[in-house]
C-alpha cells in the first residue's frame, strides 16, 4: 500500500511571513513571561532586558535610579522595576 503525495506550493512571501508570524509569537510571549516575572535578574539579565549595557544597568542600580536590593555582592531588580525605568527615560550612557 502507498501512502498519497500531497503537494502544497508556497511563494516565498507566504514562507517569509509565516516564519516572522511565528518569531513575532514567541517573541511576545518571552517578554510576556519576562514582563511578569517578579523574580530577581541580575545586572547582566536587566541589560539584556532593558536592551542597555551591563555597566549602565549596573552603575543605575548602584545610584538608586533603577530600583534594586543587594543581596550579597550582587544588584537584583525585577523586571517591572527595569520597564519602569526604561518609561522614565533611562540614560543612554553613563
Request: a positive charge; proline letters at 2%; zero cysteines.
Amino acid at each position: 500500500m502507498t501512502r498519497p503525495i500531497v503537494v502544497i506550493t508556497l511563494s516565498t512571501d507566504q514562507i517569509r511571513d509565516m516564519i516572522h508570524s511565528a518569531v513575532r509569537e514567541a517573541l511576545a510571549l518571552r517578554r510576556a513571561e519576562e514582563a511578569n516575572d517578579s523574580t530577581g535578574l541580575s545586572a547582566s539579565a536587566a541589560a539584556k532586558l532593558a536592551h542597555k549595557r551591563r555597566a549602565l544597568v549596573a552603575a543605575a542600580m548602584g545610584s538608586g535610579s533603577l530600583k534594586a536590593t543587594r543581596s550579597g555582592r550582587a544588584w537584583l531588580t525585577t523586571a517591572g522595576s527595569v520597564r519602569d525605568w526604561i518609561e522614565r527615560g533611562a540614560p543612554e550612557v553613563a
